[in-house]
């Protein structure tokens, strides 16, 4: 089981009592699926990206990634899954504005102490792979259309190998022609290194991309 | 990585580096100027190094040093020489029509031949009533050879006038009048001597002179003191460096300064990287990681500023020294004694402070990032990521 969720909570302390972003949601995502998790603005999308993705622990309930129950693991631990398992993509990218076009999709390499020619070697495989070619490499993000820099944060993400790739509102920033594409390589990269991807969108045309639909309400899961 | 952000922030980070060398070159250039001075002193004092100085102990009420004494300073210390000195540094005087007040030295003919060289003239012989003149006294006044000054209303001629004495040297007669010694007995009637040197005929005799004078001078009272040149020359270094150290820990406390000014910037930077250190985080980064990211990029400013510091308090320290030690200790390169600017620049005192300066402003620099360093490995990457 790729991703696996079980009684999942998590609260926020405000104004003297509790706010509860998820309330006890139960997920199996199966390896090298597709799946999309929708639901409107404060449904608790992002919070619940954030718990699979290793970047905050739930109040209650467990999660398991590849197995390893992660909801317990030190923080370490938590950066090393982030590290080696998992690949982020962004609504606004979230590229280095200063680090060029590889020196962004070599950061996860740089920071797995990949020597640099190895790195660069991996880096260039990736953006090629999504259909950059060698004369953006040396660009700054300000140099690139929104469609192209989605590009470099999907090679990014796949730069470290992870088992999981976590897309919140990947196309959020582009216009519909843009994120079409980017949502067609989404899943032909998933398909094709077999990754489990989670895409976090409130639009239902982007989730049509995916192979399942999970509808997050109120911090549930409906099916 | 850290060569980005630098680049980023040029301007800034300019200013942060300036304020890092400022504080170095403070530091070192100031030491280096110590250092100077302190080989100058050591320097202009090494023909004295031979020295012995008898003076009355006036504190306890001993004004003068009798004939006696000087006597059985002549018979402790035999073979060395003996220069028995009167001094009057108060005396009042006429030349033509203007009332002066000069100093006058009283001393044997033969010492007056050894001790000084004669411009114009010639050195006094005998017990004429006649005297030589200091360099500049007889620029002041106008004075030649020939020429009359009254001392205490006594006529006395201008038998010649002395080369200007410059550096260190048992009397300085620039400013002052000598007198052979009846002369100056017939116009003063002093009740003995001001005070006496002593030249020992080898350096190694100095110790065991100064024992046997102390021995047999202060064998019932302390009559005198004793001092050896090599106690002046120690108490003066002594202080020279102390002054130096004072200046020093001065330059030091403007790199504190500017180590503020880094923590600042640091700070800034931190703030602004704020977005990117939660996306490192988000892929992987750990604290640590991003904490030394900060902790090598002051490592770097603290380097290359220190460098760039050190580099020009070479050329400070060798302009303070060509500028400033002959204002200090009249010593120019002409001088006896004189220290090259080189030669203070590669002394061990130099290399030290030049040393201390780079090291200090690396340790201030990073001391000054530790805490953003710290803030920003502490950065939550959720908050970082929604924040624009």
Same mark, same amino acid.
């Given at each position: 089981?790729?991703?696996?969720?079980?009684?999942?909570?998590?609260?926020?302390?405000?104004?003297?009592?509790?706010?509860?972003?998820?309330?006890?949601?139960?997920?199996?995502?199966?390896?090298?699926?597709?799946?999309?998790?929708?639901?409107?603005?404060?449904?608790?999308?992002?919070?619940?990206?954030?718990?699979?993705?290793?970047?905050?622990?739930?109040?209650?309930?467990?999660?398991?990634?590849?197995?390893?129950?992660?909801?317990?693991?030190?923080?370490?631990?938590?950066?090393?899954?982030?590290?080696?398992?998992?690949?982020?993509?962004?609504?606004?990218?979230?590229?280095?504005?200063?680090?060029?076009?590889?020196?962004?999709?070599?950061?996860?390499?740089?920071?797995?102490?990949?020597?640099?020619?190895?790195?660069?070697?991996?880096?260039?495989?990736?953006?090629?792979?999504?259909?950059?070619?060698?004369?953006?490499?040396?660009?700054?993000?300000?140099?690139?259309?929104?469609?192209?820099?989605?590009?470099?944060?999907?090679?990014?993400?796949?730069?470290?190998?992870?088992?999981?790739?976590?897309?919140?509102?990947?196309?959020?920033?582009?216009?519909?022609?843009?994120?079409?594409?980017?949502?067609?390589?989404?899943?032909?990269?998933?398909?094709?290194?077999?990754?489990?991807?989670?895409?976090?969108?409130?639009?239902?045309?982007?989730?049509?991309?995916?192979?399942?639909?999970?509808?997050?309400?109120d911090g549930k899961i409906r099916d | 990585m850290t060569f980005k952000i630098l680049k980023r922030h040029?301007?800034?980070?300019?200013?942060?580096?300036?304020?890092?060398?400022?504080?170095?070159?403070?530091?070192?250039?100031?030491?280096?100027?110590?250092?100077?001075?302190?080989?100058?002193?050591?320097?202009?004092?090494?023909?004295?190094?031979?020295?012995?100085?008898?003076?009355?102990?006036?504190?306890?009420?001993?004004?003068?040093?009798?004939?006696?004494?000087?006597?059985?300073?002549?018979?402790?210390?035999?073979?060395?020489?003996?220069?028995?000195?009167?001094?009057?540094?108060?005396?009042?005087?006429?030349?033509?029509?203007?009332?002066?007040?000069?100093?006058?030295?009283?001393?044997?003919?033969?010492?007056?031949?050894?001790?000084?060289?004669?411009?114009?003239?010639?050195?006094? $012989?005998?017990?004429?009533?006649?005297?030589?003149?200091?360099?500049?006294?007889?620029?002041?006044?106008?004075?030649?050879?020939?020429?009359?000054?009254?001392?205490?209303?006594?006529?006395?001629?201008?038998?010649?006038?002395?080369?200007?004495?410059?550096?260190?040297?048992?009397?300085?007669?620039?400013?002052?009048?000598?007198?052979?010694?009846?002369?100056?007995?017939?116009?003063?009637?002093?009740?003995?001597?001001?005070?006496?040197?002593?030249?020992?005929?080898?350096?190694?005799?100095?110790?065991?002179?100064?024992?046997?004078?102390?021995?047999?001078?202060?064998?019932?009272?302390?009559?005198?003191?004793? $001092?050896?040149?090599?106690?002046?020359?120690?108490?003066?270094?002594?202080?020279?460096?102390?002054?130096?150290?004072?200046?020093?820990a001065i330059g030091a406390i403007s790199l504190l300064v500017a180590g503020i000014g880094i923590a600042?910037?640091?700070?800034?930077?931190?703030?602004?990287?704020?977005?990117?250190?939660?996306?490192?985080?988000?892929?992987?980064?750990?604290?640590?990681?991003?904490?030394?990211?900060?902790?090598?990029?002051?490592?770097?400013?603290?380097?290359?500023?220190?460098?760039?510091?050190?580099?020009?308090?070479?050329?400070?320290?060798?302009?303070?020294?060509?500028?400033?030690?002959?204002?200090?200790?009249?010593?120019?390169?002409?001088?006896?004694?004189?220290?090259?600017?080189?030669?203070?620049?590669?002394?061990?005192?130099?290399?030290?402070?030049?040393?201390?300066?780079?090291?200090?402003?690396?340790?201030?620099?990073?001391?000054?990032?530790?805490?953003?360093?710290?803030?920003?490995?502490?950065?939550?990457?959720?908050?970082?990521?929604?924040?624009?």
């Open positions: 089981m790729g991703v696996e969720l079980i009684g999942v909570t998590k609260e926020y302390p405000h104004a003297g009592g509790t706010v509860k972003a998820l309330k006890g949601i139960d997920l199996e995502i199966p390896t090298g699926d597709l799946i999309s998790l929708m639901g409107p603005s404060g449904s608790g999308k992002s919070t619940l990206l954030n718990l699979i993705g290793c970047l905050d622990r739930p109040t209650a309930g467990t999660i398991k990634i590849e197995g390893v129950a992660t909801n317990s693991l030190p923080d370490v631990e938590l950066t090393k899954m982030r590290r080696n398992k998992i690949g982020f993509i962004f609504q606004s990218f979230n590229l280095i504005p200063y680090l060029t076009v590889i020196e962004n999709v070599e950061l996860p390499l740089f920071l797995k102490g990949v020597e640099e020619q190895e790195r660069r070697e991996e880096a260039s495989k990736f953006l090629n792979g999504v259909g950059l070619v060698e004369n953006f490499f040396t660009h700054l993000p300000s140099e690139l259309s929104g469609g192209q820099c989605q590009r470099v944060a999907i090679a990014r993400a796949l730069a470290n190998n992870p088992s999981i790739i976590l897309a919140d509102e990947p196309t959020g920033n582009l216009d519909r022609k843009t994120g079409d594409m980017t949502l067609r390589l989404i899943k032909e990269l998933s398909e094709k290194f077999g990754k489990t991807v989670i895409v976090v969108t409130h639009d239902i045309k982007i989730a049509e991309y995916t192979n399942k639909k999970y509808l997050l309400e | 040029k301007t800034r980070t300019l200013l942060a580096v300036l304020g890092i060398i400022i504080g170095v070159v403070a530091i070192s250039s100031i030491g280096i100027f110590g250092t100077g001075l302190q080989l100058s002193t050591e320097r202009q004092f090494e023909d004295m190094a031979n020295e012995i100085h008898v003076t009355p102990n006036r504190k306890k009420g001993y004004e003068f040093l009798t004939r006696e004494q000087n006597k059985n300073i002549e018979r402790i210390v035999s073979p060395a020489e003996v220069i028995p000195i009167y001094q009057e540094p108060d005396g009042k005087g006429q030349i033509r029509e203007e009332r002066v007040r000069f100093t006058v030295y009283g001393l044997k003919p033969e010492t007056i031949a050894i001790l000084f060289e004669v411009q114009t003239g010639r050195t006094l $012989r005998g017990n004429k009533p006649q005297c030589l003149v200091g360099y500049d006294f007889a620029d002041d006044h106008e004075l030649r050879v020939g020429s009359s000054v009254y001392i205490e209303g006594k006529p006395i001629s201008v038998k010649g006038v002395l080369e200007k004495v410059q550096g260190a040297a048992v009397i300085y007669p620039n400013n002052a009048l000598i007198l052979a010694e009846r002369t100056y007995e017939d116009v003063y009637s002093p009740e003995g001597y001001d005070w006496t040197v002593i030249k020992a005929d080898k350096l190694e005799r100095v110790g065991p002179l100064e024992e046997l004078l102390r021995a047999n001078l202060n064998k019932h009272k302390d009559t005198v003191s004793i $001092r050896t040149m090599s106690d002046i020359i120690a108490t003066i270094t002594e202080v020279v460096g102390t002054i130096a150290i004072t200046l020093a600042n910037v640091m700070l800034m930077s931190v703030m602004e990287e704020t977005r990117n250190i939660g996306i490192m985080r988000a892929i992987g980064a750990y604290p640590g990681e991003i904490k030394n990211i900060f902790l090598y990029e002051s490592l770097l400013l603290g380097c290359a500023s220190s460098l760039v510091g050190t580099l020009l308090s070479i050329a400070s320290g060798y302009l303070l020294n060509i500028v400033l030690l002959p204002t200090f200790i009249g010593a120019d390169s002409s001088s006896v004694g004189f220290v090259s600017p080189l030669e203070i620049l590669s002394a061990p005192g130099s290399l030290v402070y030049m040393g201390l300066g780079f090291a200090f402003g690396i340790f201030v620099t990073m001391i000054c990032s530790l805490y953003p360093a710290l803030k920003a490995s502490k950065v939550d990457p959720i908050i970082a990521l929604r924040a624009e």
